[in-house]
């Protein structure tokens, strides 16, 4: 009585909460799933054989309803009603009942609240009209539809209960299942970081490597003969950029005389000399070099042309440089195939030059590594991305965890029904 009086005053001790390893909660919901379903066959046990019995006795009256007689003083009328509606009666109650229930209760209870239902039915239905005809049999039928409802509901709270066992059972196994998939991705994780952490390392010292040899380059052996033979060729390449810009001044100057001769010509209709003017046009204002020949025989067939109609007033030379050029046409054609056989010349000892620049090992190495760092930029900035990408999921998985811990525990609660706590260590990377 003290202790009782004491807790009235106190309050009633806080049980200690309840040990349990993580490590044995699968088998702890696998005992509970088991004793859960012990626990459903034993409620359902007796209501399910109930409903059989129960059936068993409705169908017993159907058939004494089939194989009865009618009572004679019953109104002609009535009789002909159950003479109709009887066989529909007795073939609707004999297929609901006709379909064996099975043997799992959860299976078992719906095929049962099939099985009354359509019984109803049958009853409200065609029945309606059999009650005066066969009271006491359609009262019996009635009154054991009405047992079968009451073993139906009994099976229904004790379902009930089941599932919602079976539901909290479930939810914490998902629970557990996450935390585990989550420490074993985690581990994989880790690893995946470690390689990464070793391929920056590995391309970040490679591009340090690359750093130093490129720095090391102006002491090389053969830079001296690198760096003479790159100045040459600049000097090569100014004097060609020279003498075309030249070529190019002075066939712009001719073309825009040639393309008034080809007008005038035209006019005339001098066929001959309007091929001769437009072939010498074509070659000086093609961006491909011509050959020497051919622009030598094309200018020495245009110009007489142009310098006859100079001659007769027919074409006037507005500036200096046309009259420069044509003056002496035939000073001007020498003069065309000369820079046009210099830069021949000029563009093959470039291109020798920078055949034999490229081909010189100096340049040979540093491209290389040239074309190697710009590589390894890019696979170092992929790489360091997809660190990036799994460190931050790394840290909300780790995140997670906790929190399905906890949820995991609340579960564990509601089911044992007293507070429980960890009495072990959860994996490492959980």
């Known amino acids: 009585m003290m202790r009782a009086f004491f807790n009235r005053i106190f309050g009633a001790k806080e049980p200690e909460p309840l040990p349990i390893a993580f490590g044995s909660i699968p088998g702890m919901l696998d005992e509970r799933e088991a004793a859960a379903r012990a626990m459903l066959k034993e409620q359902t046990r007796d209501p399910e054989q109930n409903i059989r019995n129960g059936i068993a006795q409705l169908q017993l009256i159907v058939n004494a309803i089939a194989g009865s007689e009618h009572d004679p003083e019953i109104h002609p009328k009535l009789k002909s009603i159950a003479k109709n509606t009887l066989p529909q009666y007795i073939r609707a109650m004999n297929t609901a009942m006709a379909k064996e229930l099975p043997n799992d209760s959860e299976e078992f209870y719906p095929a049962a609240v099939e099985c009354v239902k359509n019984c109803l039915n049958s009853i409200r239905g065609p029945g309606r009209y059999l009650q005066i005809v066969f009271p006491d049999e359609m009262k019996a039928s009635r009154k054991g539809i009405d047992t079968i409802g009451r073993e139906i509901n009994a099976i229904t709270v004790a379902l009930g209960a089941y599932r919602k066992e079976m539901a909290a059972l479930s939810d914490a196994r998902s629970r557990y299942a996450a935390i585990i998939s989550c420490s074993e991705d985690l581990a994989k994780a880790a690893e995946k970081n470690q390689r990464s952490r070793l391929r920056i390392d590995e391309m ?21 003969q690198f760096t003479e ?15 075309t810009r030249t070529y190019a001044a002075l066939s712009m100057t001719a073309s825009h005389v040639l393309r008034k001769a080809e007008k005038i010509a035209t006019k005339q209709k001098h066929n001959d000399e309007i091929a001769f003017l437009k072939h010498a046009m074509a070659l000086l204002s093609d961006h491909e070099l011509p050959s020497c020949t051919e622009l030598n025989t094309a200018l020495a067939a245009a110009c007489p042309v142009v310098e ?57 190495k540093t491209g290389s590594l040239e074309r190697e760092k710009v590589q390894l930029e ?12 799994l460190t931050e999921w790394q840290q909300k998985t780790q995140e997670r965890i906790p929190v399905l811990r906890d949820e995991l525990k609340n579960k564990m609660e509601g089911i044992i029904g007293r507070t429980v706590q960890y009495s072990d260590v959860f994996p490492e990377s959980a």
Do not use: W, Y
Request: glycine share 4%.
């Open 308 to 364: 006859r109609m100079i001659g007769a007033d027919e074409i006037v030379l507005k500036n200096k440089e046309e009259r420069a050029v044509f003056a002496e046409t035939g000073r001007f054609c020498i003069d065309m195939v000369q820079i046009c056989s210099d830069l021949h010349a000029q563009e093959d000892t470039c291109r020798i030059a920078h055949e034999a620049l490229d081909a010189h090992p100096i340049h040979q």
């Open 229 to 243: 033979m790159k100045s040459s060729l600049h000097q090569l390449t100014v004097q060609l950029e020279e003498k």
């Open 204 to 224: 970040t010292g490679r591009l340090k490597e690359i750093g130093q040899e490129m720095a090391a380059m102006p002491s090389d052996p053969g830079m001296a």
């Open 378 to 389: 890019a696979m170092l900035k992929k790489e360091r991305q997809s660190q990036t990408e």
